[in-house]
């Protein structure tokens, strides 16, 4: 079984950084891509970014991009966000997920198998 879990959160003001982390157990395939999503208040859940294990190939969304960096120590199985110059519009809870023996980085929270309970990132302006 896969457990996840999320620490790091905080609360912050507008061009912060925070670091989010997310130790993972259970994981025993090398072709598995990790996740970033966040969901805010009233919104549907959103893709961040994720990262393969085995290539690190990365992804991200468009606003957060030149801002957050996704990162995985493979040995120690932990998943990091580097967050910088945090906005007000990133306030959500962040969640961390994994996806399973596949090749291709998805977007879509559907596709994700295992998920952690969340953390929650306010930013105030």
């Known amino acids: 079984q896969v457990y996840l879990v999320e620490s790091g959160g905080g609360m912050v003001q507008a061009g912060s950084s925070l670091k989010l982390a997310c130790t993972a157990s259970?994981?025993?395939?090398?072709?598995?891509?990790m996740a970033w999503f966040r969901q805010a208040p009233g919104k549907e859940r959103e893709f961040v970014s994720a990262?393969?294990?085995?290539?690190?190939?990365?992804d991200y969304t468009t606003s957060v991009k030149g801002r957050f960096a996704i990162s995985m120590d493979n040995a120690k199985n932990i998943l990091y966000l580097q967050m910088n110059d945090l906005q007000p519009e990133d306030t959500a809870v962040y969640y961390c997920?994994?996806?399973?023996?596949?090749?291709?980085?998805?977007?879509?929270?559907?596709?994700?198998?295992?998920w952690g309970p969340g953390t929650q990132v306010t930013v105030s302006s």
């Open positions: 997920a994994v996806r399973q023996t596949t090749q291709v980085i998805f977007r879509d929270s559907d596709r994700y198998d295992y």
């Open positions: 259970g994981l025993t395939f090398r072709d598995d891509v």
């Open positions: 990262i393969r294990k085995n290539t690190f190939e990365e």
